[in-house]
Each structure stands twice: as structure tokens, then as C-alpha cells.
């Protein structure tokens, strides 16, 4: 899960982290005074969950309230088109405005965890404000790394030698532990699966400052963190996929116009993949999960079909906890209750296979049966579309 | 022979009396698996199905000689039931527990090192010896045969596919392991493939990998370097779009060495037989076999 960078930030300070100061604002009026609060020089800086800002425009500086008021009445309300975003752009309703840093040195700072390793590992560079993916691609001696033992904690020495590792001054050694210390604890307390700072800063009056920040959680975590869970944003997220959360359902929005309805993450995977290659693009990845019941495969039928750019069906089910007849019964009343004129081909396979057949075909709805998951994606890829 | 389970299992469920606990219990049974406990703290001294229930994995081991352990017990408690069960000398435990938090998975691979028990999952649908009638997980047991091919999967249900075309074409397993769809599973493919290398029943092998991670380059350096039977691989994926968690945790692209691509061209470069398609994993195994 991710939060905006105002709410990380807001983490952060509970955690003795030093942050700018700032305030986020939804109108531009709110950005002219909170401008007047700061002293005047702000940086506005757009709140949506992309990254690539900077580069996209949506990272601006005012010299005065007034000009504060002038970009932000330009930037709400705008849609910020990143190398991380769709072509339509992410919709900008909350900027958040901080006191302007004069900055001396721009450094990096993140952990993750090292799936290989099977720990935290705390990473710092010099090569900070840039993109660390690039760094680690091109200039991987330039990454110091730390691995931590959630069992004993991030060490003080650990800090030592990243701190003199990016050449910080002796000042600003034991800083640089408390803020790497204080990251950690943030880390480990929300279960996050990623903290970052792009950039940390050294101020030219010799201070960090985490002039940046981006927080990701475990989805899986959420259960005990409802604080966390709380602070989700459903403007920043795609509506089905909304609904598809709510509903228990593992549903991703794509480009084409192949739906596609499969049990198992894999499976699905698997399905979107074959789609492709004989020729179709498909339109969404939905896994049904493992046990789903009647409603909840109808319910997923409906979230595919609301996708409009869906002009076709492919439903894919190997059955096993999930019993193919349960999971007629789901298409059934979802195609019935919506009146549905689009092809649907599908594909079934294992627990009760022939009365899942039987309820299909007995529907009287236009639904073509495949034998096997190849006939079944060279099927819908030369359907002619229809209207959901 | 097989690997991991077989006829010397005998099996502890943690977990069983819950729904889906007891509903799989039921049907690992019915297929042949010895069941011969079950764990729900709470409901000890009470029987399922003429399965004995005890408070705890210890006093369970002592009374019946459980030696697996399935564990079935929601995501808030999994972790302290695989600190219970390696901690009562279960030596192969299957965590079926799908929405494990990262950082609980850290402390149980820290907790595990040093102790001589495997650990398989979390969300995984387990694994399955057909010749020794021996199921411990979630497959449906009626798809699979006895023979010579094994597979290893970090897939449920496209896992089950891959079988069900293995033995339309007269192709048996030996075993077949569902490693699980997270980031951190307690074995990998390498552990695996250790394991089909030494096992002599199994003579070529399924790997089915998908994006995320790099578990499959590690696979491919392993075949390189120490893995002598043929592989046929898969790589689910290749049509995900990257910074998105695919269903299961682990399958999110971040970074190029998680792309379907980068875990293909790896494995195609040290000689496993890549499926074209999901649809053709069964013919691909059938071919390479005849060309020896």
C-alpha cells in the first residue's frame, strides 16, 4: 500500500525524524497563507502516489504568497502526467507547501528487504535525488549497503559506517545515526515494505533533513496497523480496482479489450500471457482466489463488465477447491442479470467439470466452450466484440 | 521413491478444525496421506473424524510420532504455529496460510537457521507423491499419476494445469511442489532442485516460475553449474505490468531482473526447453524426452 509523501512525512516526525516544515492545502488561497506562515519562499509539490514529479512539473518554487497562490490555482486541479503514470495522468487535488531548504548536499537513504538475504537491508549513497535504480544499474559502488537483524535492531556502529561511508562530517555523525536509527524503527513498527528518502539533505547551516519521502506498506500487515490502512487514498486508485479490493477480489485494470476471469494468481497470469500471444490484448488480471463462492465469482463477472473497454470474454477455471458448478452458477447470474450480448469463451477443467458444462450450456447465453486453454484464447482473440 | 513426503509421512494438521482446515484434511485423507493428529489449542482430547485433536504440536508429536506438519491457521497466528511446530521437531512443515506478513517471515527464517527442519510456503498449495499415495496440500489428487517428472511451481492453480497436461500425455510425477507466492518462501528453487537431483525416481523436471524476485536465475545458475536431468520451464508474467503486486506477494516487478523475460532468457541460456505457452508445458516436456 502506498500513502502520500505528506502523510509519510508525517510518520517520519512522530519518529524524531527532522522533516521540512509544511502544511498541505487543497485551494490556493490555503497555499498563499501557509506561504505567509513559512516566511514566504515555498516549494508547492503535487500529492499523488506516481513518482517521476520533479521531471513532470509537479514539484514548482514561489518567491512570495502571491506567487504561491498563482501555481497552486494552476497545479490543483491539473493532471500530472509521469513515466509513472497511464497516458491520462494521475488528477492533482492536494499540494503540499514547505519552507524552500537551502541545500548543500543531496544524499539517498531507503530500507527494503533483501529477499535473498531474507532481511532488512538499510541502503545509503551519495548519489542522492537521482534514481536509485539507475544508480545501482550504473554505478552499484556507489550503494552502501547494511543488512539488520529485526531480532536485535539497527546497530550504531551499522549507522557509523554508512555515515562515514557518504562522507558526512564528524558533526553530523551521530545525527546521521539517530536518523538512520529512527528509519529503522519506522520500518519495522508499520510494516513497511519500503522507506525512502530521495533525497536526504544537508542543509547549508549543517543539518539533515528527509527533504523527500516515500513510505510503502505490506499489504499483508494491514490488519494491525488500522491507522495505516486509514490513510488510503481512493482518488489515487483506479475505481474498480476499488470495488474489486472491497469485494476480496485480486483485480488489476489493463489496456485491452480481452476480460478475463481466472482462479489462481498464476493462472491468471498464465491466461493474460496466452491471450497475448495468439494476437488479443487482454483488458484485466482477476483472480477469484482460492475458495470463492457463487456471489463472489458474479460479483467479479460484474467488475470485469464495467470496465467499458471490454469488448470480449475469456473465463478461465481449473477447479479444485473452487468446484467448476459454483463457479457456472457465478457466470450465469452475472451474464443473465446484465443482459450481456458480448462472447464469452470458457474454459473449465477439474472438480465437477460436467455439471459446470451443463449449467452453461443449459443458460441459453452466448457463451462458446474451449476444450483447453489454447483453443480457448485463438477462440475470443478472433470473437467479434460486442457491448457489456 | 519420492521427495519429502511419501509413505513414511504422517501427518499433523494445524489448524484442521476450521473450515478449510477440515475440508483439505478430508481430502489429503481420502487420498492415502496418514493423518494422524490434529492441533487446535483449546480442543484438546477431542477426535475429527477419528483423528485425535491436542492443544499443542509437542504433545501431539509425543503421542502419535507426527513428522509434517499443514498448517491452516489464519495469518495473524501462522507465525507462532511454524515457531511451535519447528520448535516440537516437525521436520517438514507446509504452510498453506496465504497473507503472512513480510517481517514475520524474516523472524521465522532467523528463528529456522540451524534447526534441521524444512519449512514449504506460506501461501502455498503444498505437494504431492502420487506413487505413495501421499498428499499434503491443497491439488486436486485425481489429475495426478505416478512417474517420472517433477515439478516445482511458485503456482496453485496454473501448477495444477501444468500437471493435468503432463498426464493427459501419459506423463507421471514423481512429486510436485507448490512453492508458494511470496516474496520470502521458507524453500526455493534451488532448495528444490538439490532435492530432484539426488531423488532417483525423478528423471526431468517442470519448473514454473513467474515474475518477481530472482528466484528463477537462481534456478538457472543452479542447472548450470551442478543440475544434470533436463528442465522444462515457464514463466508466468509476461504481460504484467511492472509496480504491480500480481496476485500473490511476491509476484511484482520492480527492477528488470523481475521481468518474465529476464527469468526466460536465464533459463533458456544454460538449456531448459522453454514452454511457448502456458497451453504447451506437457507437449514441450513430450518433445525434449523423445529427442533422448
Do not use: W
Not at chain 2, 491443497?138 to 505416478?146: A, F, K, N, Q, S
Not at chain 2, 553449474?225 to 504481460?239: I, S, W
Amino acid at each position: 500500500m502506498k500513502i502520500h509523501e505528506y502523510q509519510a512525512k508525517a510518520i517520519l516526525a512522530q519518529f524524531g525524524i527532522p522533516v521540512p516544515r509544511g502544511k498541505v492545502v487543497d485551494s490556493p488561497v490555503q497555499a498563499s497563507q501557509v506561504a505567509a506562515e513559512l516566511g514566504g519562499k515555498v516549494v508547492l509539490k503535487v500529492q499523488v502516489y506516481a513518482g517521476g514529479r520533479g521531471k513532470a512539473g509537479g514539484i514548482k518554487t514561489a518567491q512570495n504568497p502571491q506567487e504561491a497562490e498563482q501555481l497552486a490555482r494552476q497545479m490543483l486541479g491539473s493532471r500530472l502526467v509521469s513515466r509513472q503514470t497511464s497516458a491520462e495522468g494521475v488528477k492533482v487535488s492536494k499540494l503540499l507547501v514547505e519552507e524552500a531548504v537551502n541545500i548543500q548536499r543531496e544524499l539517498y537513504l531507503s530500507i527494503v528487504i533483501d529477499n535473498s538475504a531474507q532481511l532488512p537491508v538499510m541502503m545509503a549513497s551519495e548519489a542522492g535525488g537521482m534514481d536509485i535504480e539507475e544508480v545501482a544499474q550504473t554505478h552499484p559502488e556507489k550503494i552502501l549497503k547494511t543488512h539488520i537483524s529485526p531480532l536485535l535492531g539497527f546497530q550504531a556502529f551499522q549507522g557509523r559506517k554508512l555515515a562515514y561511508g557518504l562522507n558526512l562530517e564528524q558533526t553530523l555523525s551521530k545525527p546521521a545515526v539517530n536518523f538512520m536509527t529512527s528509519l529503522y524503527q519506522v520500518f519495522q513498527a508499520k510494516d513497511c515494505s519500503l522507506a525512502e528518502i530521495n533525497p536526504l539533505v544537508v542543509t547549508t547551516d549543517g543539518k539533515l533533513l528527509a527533504l523527500d519521502a516515500k513510505l510503502n506498506f505490506d499489504d499483508n500487515a494491514l490488519f494491525r496497523h488500522s491507522d495505516i490502512a486509514a490513510l488510503a487514498d481512493p482518488e489515487q486508485q483506479e475505481p474498480l480496482e476499488t470495488e474489486a479490493n472491497k469485494q476480496g477480489i485480486s483485480y488489476i485494470k489493463l489496456d485491452g479489450d480481452v476480460g478475463c476471469l481466472v482462479n489462481g494468481a498464476g493462472l491468471a497470469m498464465a491466461t493474460m500471457d496466452i491471450i497475448k500471444l495468439v494476437g488479443a490484448q487482454p483488458a484485466n488480471f482477476l483472480d477469484v482466489g482460492g475458495g470463492a463462492t457463487e456471489e463472489q465469482i458474479a460479483a467479479a463477472m460484474g467488475i470485469l463488465l464495467d470496465d467499458p473497454k471490454v469488448k470480449r470474454v475469456l473465463i478461465n477455471i481449473f477447479g479444485g477447491i473452487l468446484r467448476c458448478d459454483v463457479a457456472a452458477r457465478g457466470i450465469v447470474a452475472a451474464l443473465t442479470q446484465r443482459e450481456v450480448t458480448l462472447p464469452v469463451v470458457v474454459r473449465m477443467r477439474g472438480t465437477n467439470v460436467d455439471e459446470g458444462k451443463e449449467i452453461l450450456a443449459q443458460s441459453g447465453l452466448p457463451i462458446t466452450p474451449a476444450k483447453d486453454l489454447l483453443e480457448a484464447a485463438r477462440l475470443v482473440a478472433v470473437a467479434k466484440g460486442g457491448k457489456a | 521413491m519420492s521427495i519429502l513426503v511419501g509413505k513414511n509421512t504422517r501427518l499433523l494438521v494445524q489448524g484442521m478444525t476450521g473450515n478449510e482446515g477440515s475440508f483439505h484434511t478430508h481430502r489429503c485423507m481420502e487420498y492415502g496421506t496418514k493423518v494422524v493428529a490434529g492441533v487446535t489449542p483449546g480442543k484438546g482430547g477431542t477426535t475429527f473424524d477419528g483423528v485425535p485433536v491436542f492443544n499443542g504440536v509437542e504433545q501431539a508429536v509425543h503421542a502419535t510420532g507426527a513428522n509434517t506438519s499443514m498448517i491452516f491457521v489464519p495469518p495473524a497466528g501462522a507465525f507462532e504455529a511454524i515457531l511451535e511446530a519447528a520448535d516440537a521437531g516437525i521436520s517438514l512443515i507446509v504452510c498453506i496460510t496465504e497473507g503472512i506478513p513480510v517481517m514475520d517471515m524474516v523472524k521465522v527464517h532467523l528463528y529456522l537457521k540451524g534447526k534441521s527442519c524444512r519449512l514449504i510456503g506460506p501461501n502455498c498449495p503444498g505437494l504431492i507423491s502420487p506413487r505413495e499415495r501421499c498428499k499434503v496440500g491443497l491439488m486436486p489428487g485425481d489429475i495426478h499419476r505416478p512417474g517420472n517428472i517433477g515439478v516445482v511451481s511458485r503456482s496453485g492453480t496454473l501448477t495444477y494445469e501444468a500437471v493435468a497436461q503432463l498426464t493427459e500425455l501419459g506423463l507421471g510425477q514423481s512429486t510436485c511442489i507448490g512453492i508458494g507466492g511470496d516474496p520470502l518462501p521458507g524453500t526455493t528453487f534451488v532448495d528444490v532442485l538439490k532435492l530432484f537431483q539426488r531423488d532417483k525416481q525423478t528423471e526431468a523436471l517442470v519448473l514454473i516460475g513467474e515474475i518477481g524476485g530472482t528466484m528463477e536465475q537462481e534456478a538457472a545458475q543452479f542447472i548450470k553449474e551442478y543440475f544434470t536431468k533436463p528442465v522444462v520451464g515457464f514463466v508466468a508474467g509476461a504481460t504484467a505490468p511492472p509496480g504491480r503486486r500480481m496476485g500473490h506477494a511476491g509476484a511484482i516487478i520492480s527492477g528488470s531482473s523481475g521481468r518474465a523475460s529476464e527469468k526466460i532468457n536465464a533459463l533458456a541460456a544454460v538449456g531448459v526447453s522453454i514452454a511457448p505457452s502456458p497451453a504447451e508445458i506437457g507437449v514441450t516436456v513430450k518433445k525434449m524426452l523423445a529427442k533422448r
